[in-house]
Structure formats: C-alpha cells, structure tokens
C-alpha cells in the first residue's frame, strides 16, 4: 500500500483565484461511510494527505494489488449514469464526481481517495458530506507552486442541440454557464453562471442534489442500477412534481447539481482551470468529451505559470486517449 502522510499540517485559507498561489492537501484522513448508488451496499471512502504534485488519485483498498489510478480525464472508463475510472484495467471505481467536486471547490490540489469498494458512497447526493469532512480534516498549504491549466482557444463538443465548451476567459480563475432544459413542469429550463471559488462553491453549489424520474428510476432498478437511490440521497421528481417531503434545497436545485457535476467532471484536467466553461443540456458524458477535445489540440492550452514540461511528460496518464460514448447519467442530461 502507497505511504500516506498523515501528520496533521498546518491549516489555511485556499483559494486564490489571481496571481500564483501554493499547493494544498489535506491536513489529516478523514473516512466517510455510506451506501453505493447503484449497488447498493455498504460502501467507505477516506481521504488522505498527499505530497506536493501528487495530485489527487484513487486506491482500492478491498483489491488485493489495491490498485492506484490517477484522478485524470484519460482514466476515465464510463460516463453511463456516473463518471467511473479505470484503475488496471480489470477494476475501476465509480461516481467519483461528487467527491472530485468538493476537492476542486475547496481547492485542495494532493489528496489519496481510499475507497473500500467499486463505488465511491453516495452519502446524501451532494458533495456537502464531502466539503463537511475536508473541513474536518482542514486543508494545509504546502511549499509547492499551483499550477493551472490557462485556456487559449474555445474548444466545444456537441451533441444534437445539447453541447459543452471551454474557451479563454474566467478572470483568473474557472467560470461556469450551465444551461438545463426539460419537458417537465418542475424543472423546464434553467441556467445558472457563476465564478468558482471555494465560498462561492459552499453557497451555491456544494448542497445541490443529484435527481431523477421515477419512471427512469424504475427502469434503472429492473436493469439492476440504481439499487442505492433513495429519497435519502436523490431528488425524486413525478408527474406531480418533486415526490422528497423536504422538497427542494434550491429552487433552481437541477440545474445547480449539474453544474456540481461539471466542476467534477473537470476536476478531471489534472490541474485547476483558468477558462470559461458552458454547456447546454450537458451531462458526464459531454463534461468528458470537452477535456478530450481541450487535450488533443496542443494550441488550445498551456500551464500557468508556464513550464518546459508537458502536461503528458509530467503525468504520462492524461496523454492517453480513451473511447468514449455518449451515455445517459442518473441525473438526466435532457428529457
């Protein structure tokens, strides 16, 4: 097993979004039990301290190679019903979007996800359990430089009507424009714009939960997904509106989680983004794709501040190209 550093550090305040700014990791572990999604069974994450560089990555700790993968868009394996990663290629660990969300929010750039199972806990359906438990741990500054992923030239992806795009822009920092548009009464069509920082992301963004129909719900039960939805851990929406007795956190709640997904999803990059992000009827699925399309044009990026080495020579894994297909998500992309 990889040598965790779990010696409490000194906390800070992460964040900046101008001018350059250190690393940061977790000051201590901190474990989080749950239920899986889509299996459900009883399911653990802990997160761990890591070096400088190190980035974030996910262990296996039931496996007994207990396989090691790197938080990386070139990871990526599945973007049906969640975003999962390949670990060796046999094994892999799903619904990483939540916790990833929180991370990148929180700006907490090294971090080691140990997770007891194939999937990571659903916990409430949010990244809030997420954010409560990295602030349980703290977050230490480390002597390390940030470096950021500075966007040069629009790349987009589409899909139909629907599609996803990063371009120059955000202001020193990662912007996101997320549109939702559905044929239901309860949702219809909603659009949020904001600049992620880490209060922003606590106010606006960290307590939206994941959602689905009930028909859909149904259906992913008799195909045997979808095991561990609940009104615990998901909004369940019916012909009559939203079925949860608590009713909605937000009014615009859909369309905040996916944007959650998205700043997950893009967590994905390997570093911070310094760009503007939007997307229309977007999902897992298009939120992948536009990393691969950002990856594969060596003009439409660089690192800030700038190095000689590239991003595949620095971690040879985002170099890599994987397949992918259009998938639907457990939060739907569109009717």
């Not at 028909?215 to 009559?240: Q, V």
């Amino acid at each position: 097993m990889p040598r965790l550093e779990t010696a409490r550090r000194p906390k800070s305040n992460p964040g900046r979004a101008l001018g350059r700014a250190p690393q940061t990791t977790l000051s201590s572990s901190v474990a989080l039990d749950g239920v899986g999604v889509h299996s459900g069974k009883p399911a653990r994450i802990a997160l761990h301290p890591a070096d400088a560089g190190a980035g974030i990555a996910f262990l296996r700790s039931d496996l007994a190679a207990e396989p090691v993968a790197p938080a990386l868009w070139s990871r990526v394996v599945s973007t049906e019903l969640c975003t999962s990663l390949g670990l060796d290629g046999r094994d892999a660990v799903a619904t990483v979007e939540h916790a990833m969300a929180a991370l990148a929010g929180l700006g907490v750039d090294n971090a080691l996800i140990e997770v007891d199972g194939p999937e990571v806990p659903v916990l409430d359906g949010s990244s809030a359990p997420f954010v409560a438990a990295i602030d349980e741990a703290g977050v230490a500054t480390l002597t390390a430089e940030r470096r950021y992923i500075e966007i040069l030239k629009s790349v987009r992806v589409e899909r139909g009507d629907a599609f996803a795009e990063l371009g120059p822009g955000g202001g020193g920092s990662l912007t996101l424009d997320v549109e939702i548009s559905f044929d239901h009464a309860t949702i219809g069509r909603q659009r949020k714009a904001l600049r992620l920082d880490p209060a922003t992301f606590r106010r606006e963004i960290a307590r939206a939960r994941t959602f689905g129909f009930i028909g859909d719900i149904e259906r992913l039960w008799r195909a045997g997904f979808a095991l561990g939805a609940s009104l615990e851990n998901s909004i369940a929406i019916s012909a009559d509106g939203v079925v949860n007795p608590e009713g909605l956190r937000f009014r615009d709640e859909f369309v905040r989680h996916k944007m959650l997904d998205a700043v997950g999803d893009l967590a994905l990059a390997g570093a911070p983004i310094r760009g503007a992000f939007r997307s229309r009827c977007g999902g897992h699925a298009l939120n992948h794709a536009v990393l691969q399309a950002l990856f594969a044009d060596a003009s439409a990026w660089r690192f800030s501040p700038a190095t000689t080495a590239s991003l595949g020579e620095m971690r040879p894994d985002i170099a890599a190209r994987t397949a992918f297909g259009v998938q639907p998500a457990l939060a739907p992309d569109r009717s």
